[in-house]
């Protein structure tokens, strides 16, 4: 099962960009994302049955993850973008439902998209 994300660009501080991601089942689904020389890190996820969008800290307040089943897309909406933004944004998917204590860990999500770059500029 192929994740494609899309959305990504050079946007300036303060900035607003929104990436998309098509699956096949988008159920349970994450995006993470990783700067240069840096571990990939948890940004958001959403999982069957549950009404909460878990976000990190990082992120909260400034980022949105949005699911639309009928179209199995997700979307993340960022607004107020920073420099330290800066990274490839992979969205992942799980097949079954993943724990909440895991869902901040990539080893927890099967499938993962190509990533679509993100740069913001200072």
């Known amino acids: 099962v192929q994740l494609q994300a899309s959305g990504g660009g050079l946007v300036q501080a303060g900035g607003s960009l929104r990436l998309s991601c098509a699956a096949s089942?988008?159920?349970?689904m994450a995006w993470f994302r990783q700067a240069p020389g840096k571990e990939r890190e948890f940004v958001a996820a959403?999982?069957?049955?549950?009404?909460?969008?878990y976000y990190a800290d990082s992120v909260k307040g400034r980022f949105t993850m949005s699911r639309d089943m009928a179209e199995n897309t997700v979307r993340l909406q960022m607004h107020s973008l920073k420099p330290e933004d800066t990274a490839v944004y992979y969205c992942a998917r799980k097949v079954n439902r993943p724990i909440s204590s895991a869902l901040r860990s990539a080893s927890t999500w099967d499938v993962w998209g190509q990533g679509t770059q993100v740069t913001v500029s200072s």
């Open positions: 089942d988008v159920a349970n």
């Open positions: 959403v999982r069957r049955g549950d009404t909460n969008t």
